[in-house]
Every structure is written in C-alpha cells, then in structure tokens.
C-alpha cells in the first residue's frame, strides 16, 4: 500500500502528540532539542508533525521560531523507523511555504559539519553554508549555519520610468 505522508501543526493541547514528539527528540539527539513547556509558548514558535495518512502517531516533527525576516529552524528529527521517507523533507517544505506566505527574507538553521544525512537534506532543498560558529553546541562544538535566501514575489505594479 503507498504511504501517504500529512503534515499537521502541532498544537499546545494536542498532549499525546507532543509525547510522541519527545520520544522522537529523546530518539534523535543526545540532548533534547525539543521542550514542548519550554518551546510551544514562545512568542514566534510553530511547530508542525508529519505522519502517515494510516498512523495516528506522528512520525517525525520540526520547530521554528519567527524572528524579524528570518524563520530559523530550531529542531527537525523523525523516528528512527520511518527516516528516507520523506517526511523530514515534507517538514521543511511547510516550513519554508509558511515563510513565503509571510513574506519573509530566509529560513537558517544550525547543524554539526558532521550530521551528513542531515546536511544532504537541506542541500536537497537549497540550502547553504553561509557561516561557522564555534562551540556553537558546547567547547570545540562547532555548528554550521545555513541559510535559503527566499525571493521576494515581484510587484504587479508597473513602476514609470
Ligand atoms: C536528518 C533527518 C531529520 C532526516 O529525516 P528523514 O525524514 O529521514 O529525511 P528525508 O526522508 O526527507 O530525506 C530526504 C533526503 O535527504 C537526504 N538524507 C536524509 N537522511 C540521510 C542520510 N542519513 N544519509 C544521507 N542522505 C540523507 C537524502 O538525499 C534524502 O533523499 P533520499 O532518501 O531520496 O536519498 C533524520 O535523519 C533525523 O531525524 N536525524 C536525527 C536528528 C537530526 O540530526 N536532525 C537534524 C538536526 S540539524
């Protein structure tokens, strides 16, 4: 049967799938990017899920947070058991949609030069390293900070000449 993938926001109420989304976090990364208490209140903040159209349970989800003209990704990770399906890059492709329809300048979001998978992924999607931070993570942790530079739709206007 095709897999269908849906991407939902996530809501502060929605208490079962933020669940999910932290074991997702706990499953992804050694420290947790993800603190729903934390993150979902924050003036800015969007969260979204992706599953399948035959699972009620979300299989991967990501984090931004709106900031003047940039969207910056916090967190992205999906369940081990359901990677290179897609659904990360579903995520980042609302996420990127929402940015547009605000009209903003960029989406950025850091990432260790070492997580391959995850640099391949938002290459994929046009991404690009615009700049190193050092001991971004913790000391002689490095991050690296891409950036996908958003068009702005041209003016219907006419301008004189
Ligand atoms: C990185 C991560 C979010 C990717 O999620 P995903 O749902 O598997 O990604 P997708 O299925 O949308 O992958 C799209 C493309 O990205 C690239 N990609 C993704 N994971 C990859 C990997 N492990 N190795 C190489 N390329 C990879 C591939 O080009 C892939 O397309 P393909 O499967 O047709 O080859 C996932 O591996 C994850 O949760 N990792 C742990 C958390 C993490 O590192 N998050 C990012 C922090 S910045």
């Known amino acids: 049967m095709q897999t269908h993938l849906i991407v939902e926001p996530l809501g502060e109420d929605d208490i079962l799938t933020i669940v999910h989304c932290m ?15 934390r993150d979902l ?7 979204w899920v992706c599953r399948s159209t035959d699972s009620p349970e979300p299989w991967g989800f990501l984090g931004c947070l709106h900031h003047r003209d940039t969207l910056h990704i ?12 897609g659904v990360a890059t579903a995520l980042m ?9 605000a009209r903003l300048s960029r989406v950025s979001l850091e990432v260790r030069p070492d997580n391959r998978g995850a640099i391949a992924l938002y290459e ?10 050092p ?4 000391p002689g942790d490095d ?9 702005q739709p041209k003016s219907r206007h006419k301008t004189r000449s």
């Open 124 to 133: 994929k999607l046009g991404f690009a390293t615009v700049d190193r931070i």
């Open 135 to 138: 001991s971004y993570y913790g």
């Open 143 to 151: 991050a690296l900070l891409l950036v996908l530079p958003l068009a």
């Open 93 to 101: 492709r609302t996420a990127v949609l929402q940015a547009r329809h």
């Open 23 to 37: 074991v997702i976090d706990a499953l992804s990364f050694p420290q947790p990017g993800f603190v729903a208490a």
């Open 41 to 47: 209140p924050r003036v800015g903040f969007r969260a």
């Open 74 to 85: 916090t967190v992205v990770a999906t369940h081990p058991d359901h990677r290179r399906k």
